[in-house]
Nanobody, 127 residues
Framework: QVQVVESGGGLVQAGGSLRLSCTASGLTFDDYAIAWFRQAPGKEREGVSCASWNGGNTYYADSVKGRFTISRDNAKNTLYLQMNSLKPDDTAMYYC????????????????????WGQGTQVTVSS
């Protein structure tokens, strides 16, 4: 049984930082590229960032480049998203998703490609 669990969300003022974590079990962690998605009320789910199987290749949405950093620790089956300089527009439910492909392909931002999803962790950034 595959389980994906996010944590680390919360309420933070604009300009602040949060570090999200995603832990997966029931799968061979380094067989999967893993990504962060987010969805705000009334908006489409969007890809935020993706890390290949060993974290050697990372990808970011233009809106978060320079502010967010994705990393993974395969020994701990954990994916991280360090979020700095947070903006109110970053407010969303953040989801961790794993795809049974070790690489983030050109279509990494398409949510339908992912096999497993976590329950989400809420990030709220106040102005």
């Amino acid at each position: 049984q595959v389980q994906v669990v996010e944590s680390g969300g919360g309420l933070v003022q604009a300009g602040g930082s949060l570090r999200l974590s995603c832990t997966a079990s029931g799968l061979t962690f380094d067989d999967y590229a893993i990504a962060w998605f987010r969805q705000a009320p009334g908006k489409e789910r969007e890809g935020v960032s993706c890390a290949s199987w060993n974290g050697g290749n990372t990808y970011y949405a233009d809106s978060v480049k320079g502010r967010f950093t994705i990393s993974r620790d395969n020994a701990k089956n954990t994916l991280y998203l360090q979020m700095n300089s947070l903006k109110p527009d970053d407010t969303a439910m953040y989801y961790c998703a794993a795809v049974s492909n070790p690489y983030c392909t050109a279509s990494w931002g398409l949510s339908r490609r992912y096999n497993y999803w976590g329950q989400g962790t809420q990030v709220t950034v106040s102005s």
